[in-house]
């Protein structure tokens, strides 16, 4: 039995949890500010609130770390923030995947976020894309990203760092294309 063959996801830079963690700062100081502003008020509610920020803060930090791209023998895991997508080689359409640039391929890019975790230049989770089709994405540079269709109609779009890698080790699983 072959070993699971890892494939690096293409790096997101730090600063884009700012898009998280500025919001969250936002919320404490305000709550600080207001809890200061009004003695009269107890100060409980900065005692449950400010730890629970902390620990939202905590969490979505984590989240936004976590992804990874295994094949596993023949099933391609996807694990993402909060989500993991398994796929079977044999349900995709590996004549049809792509590598592509959203800039020059915007029609491949998600649109509507349906069920998942994303800051500006970071896309995790469930999507539609242009044409209302559904798709699992982990998206961390849109420059590079590897569309592949399934045969249910949806689509996987992710970011490995060696695009033309992860669609080499496909579609050597997968074999030669039927002929026709």
Known sequence: MPAAQSFEVAPSPVWRLL?????L??????????ALDAPERSHTELF?????????????????SRRRIVLH???????STFYRKR????????DEARIVDFA?????????????YGVPGFQSGHYRMADRSKAFCLITNSSRVLH???RDGSALVISPDRPRALLDALQALAGPPPAH
């Open 73 to 79: 023998e023949d099933t391609l895991e996807v694990l």
């Open 48 to 64: 449950i609130t400010l730890p629970f920020l902390a620990v939202l803060a905590a969490v979505l930090t984590w989240a936004y």
């Open 87 to 94: 796929v079977p080689v044999s349900a995709m359409r590996l």
């Open 19 to 23: 898009w998280l963690w500025t919001p």
């Open 148 to 150: 592949v269709p399934l």
């Open 104 to 116: 020059e391929h915007g029609r491949y890019k998600p649109s509507i976020k349906t069920n998942g």
């Open 25 to 34: 700062l936002l919320v404490a100081g305000l709550m600080v500010g207001t």
